[in-house]
């Protein structure tokens, strides 16, 4: 049987599988038609029909129940999260399991098509090295990114000491997993 | 023979894995059965227990049926709400599933199982078994089932799929 308490591990296995099968565009269909669109349909159901409010019930669960390092900062326009020490790519490093070129990619990856469905941008960063955040805001909202503590405070996960990474990946305003620029 | 280290090969810091990742589970399966078809289902599975689960076969290489028996202890007190019972005798350790975790989460969650979902129960713990030298036969499924892990030349009946039941 293939259990839940290692999934991290074969769930990331199965993107490096499926991608000598098929190349990187069959990675980006499995993240969106057998995560965004499947395994996580409740989340769509959630954030689809309710936005924002949508979205603090679905991390608020989801977040709690993998015992995740995390800081939330909620108001009415924008969903930030921190993510302090991510559980999922912390379970890679932890175990030196490496199969795919970025593990991390996965989440843009299944979140983004479901907030360009419910009419959502999304400004990211993550560093390979389990740390994270994350704005969604209303696509017709033209604000930019928060500048460094400006909007979680002391809880910005980018004024860590061990933030700054060889590569970090940038998105910007954007759904698309692809649509990425590494900043060094 | 007993070890101080975990009977799995990757461990997380929290001693129970989060359930609703049975819902990737089961989405995976039906992604590769619904591009690929049967066969490709059946080679993911294979590759995973031979390639990804390859130092769970090194172990029950080392140890024989007592690592078995290890492992499968150690990977159902892992699963959340597992109910299973492993035991191991002379010349087997027979793994008794009372409620299998996945498919308890799925109905709870309402989703819809895929059909073969219990298949992976079979084709994935032989391609781990096999490079052991040993070999494994299920009977039951869809909630509840028995496994029975043998060496290779003790068990000449092969695996029937009519003993596995089709989840629903």
Same mark, same amino acid.
């Given at each position: 049987?293939?259990?839940?308490?290692d999934?991290?591990?074969?769930?990331?296995?199965?993107?490096?599988?499926?991608?000598?099968?098929?190349?990187?565009?069959?990675?980006?269909?499995?993240? !969106?038609?057998?995560?965004?669109?499947d395994?996580?349909?409740?989340?769509?159901?959630?954030? %689809?029909?309710?936005?924002?409010?949508?979205m603090?019930?679905?991390?608020?669960?989801?977040?709690?129940?993998?015992?995740?390092?995390?800081?939330?900062?909620?108001?009415?326009? %924008?969903?930030?999260?921190?993510?302090?020490?991510?559980?999922?790519?912390?379970? !890679?490093?932890?175990?030196?399991?490496?199969?795919?070129? +970025?593990?991390? +990619?996965?989440?843009?990856?299944?979140?983004?098509?479901?907030m360009?469905?419910?009419?959502?941008?999304?400004?990211?960063?993550?560093?390979?090295?389990?740390?994270?955040?994350?704005?969604?805001?209303?696509?017709?909202?033209?604000?930019?990114?928060?500048?460094?503590?400006?909007?979680?405070?002391?809880?910005?996960?980018?004024?860590?000491?061990?933030?700054?990474?060889?590569?970090? +990946?940038?998105?910007?305003?954007?759904?698309?997993?692809?649509?990425?620029?590494?900043?060094? | 023979?007993?070890?101080?280290?975990?009977?799995?090969?990757?461990?997380?810091? &929290?001693?129970?894995?989060?359930?609703?990742?049975?819902?990737?589970? *089961?989405?995976?399966?039906?992604?590769?059965? *619904?591009?690929?078809g049967?066969?490709?289902?059946?080679?993911?599975?294979?590759?995973?227990?031979a390639?990804?689960?390859?130092?769970?076969?090194?172990?029950?290489? &080392?140890?024989?049926?007592?690592?078995?028996?290890?492992?499968?202890?150690?990977?159902?007190?892992?699963?959340?709400?597992?109910?299973?019972?492993?035991?191991?005798?002379? *010349?087997?350790?027979?793994?008794?599933?009372?409620?299998?975790?996945?498919?308890?989460?799925?109905?709870?969650q309402?989703?819809?199982?895929?059909?073969?979902?219990?298949?992976?129960c079979?084709?994935?713990?032989?391609?781990?078994?096999?490079?052991?030298?040993?070999?494994?036969?299920?009977?039951?499924? *869809?909630?509840?089932?028995?496994?029975?892990?043998?060496?290779?030349?003790?068990?000449?009946?092969?695996?029937?799929?009519?003993?596995?039941?089709?989840?629903?």
């Amino acid at each position: 049987m293939i259990g839940c308490y290692d999934f991290c591990g074969h769930y990331e296995w199965t993107f490096g599988w499926l991608e000598q099968l098929g190349g990187h565009e069959l990675v980006r269909d499995y993240w !969106l038609e057998a995560i965004s669109e499947d395994s996580q349909r409740h989340a769509a159901d959630l954030i %689809v029909n309710h936005g924002l409010e949508g979205m603090r019930k679905y991390w608020q669960h989801t977040l709690e129940e993998e015992a995740a390092d995390h800081v939330i900062t909620s108001t009415d326009e %924008v969903y930030r999260i921190d993510m302090h020490q991510c559980p999922s790519k912390g379970f !890679l490093i932890k175990n030196g399991l490496k199969q795919y070129s +970025d593990y991390c +990619d996965h989440c843009m990856g299944w979140i983004g098509p479901l907030m360009k469905k419910a009419g959502f941008v999304i400004d990211h960063e993550h560093n390979h090295c389990g740390q994270c955040w994350w704005e969604m805001r209303r696509k017709a909202d033209p604000t930019p990114p928060s500048a460094p503590s400006a909007l979680s405070g002391k809880n910005d996960v980018r004024l860590l000491s061990n933030w700054k990474s060889a590569t970090t +990946d940038h998105y910007d305003r954007t759904t698309d997993p692809d649509d990425k620029t590494a900043v060094s | 023979m007993t070890r101080e280290i975990s009977p799995l090969p990757y461990t997380d810091t &929290k001693p129970v894995g989060a359930a609703d990742f049975y819902t990737a589970i *089961n989405a995976t399966f039906r992604f590769i059965f *619904n591009r690929f078809g049967r066969d490709g289902l059946l080679h993911y599975w294979h590759e995973l227990g031979a390639r990804y689960y390859a130092p769970v076969s090194q172990q029950w290489s &080392k140890g024989g049926l007592h690592f078995v028996a290890e492992y499968w202890r150690a990977f159902f007190d892992a699963e959340p709400s597992a109910e299973a019972e492993v035991s191991l005798h002379a *010349n087997e350790v027979c793994v008794v599933v009372t409620t299998c975790p996945a498919i308890r989460h799925l109905r709870a969650q309402g989703r819809e199982i895929v059909p073969t979902f219990c298949q992976q129960c079979y084709f994935v713990s032989e391609s781990m078994a096999e490079p052991a030298g040993l070999t494994v036969r299920v009977k039951g499924g *869809n909630g509840s089932c028995v496994q029975r892990f043998m060496k290779r030349s003790d068990c000449s009946a092969a695996q029937s799929m009519e003993d596995i039941a089709t989840a629903l």
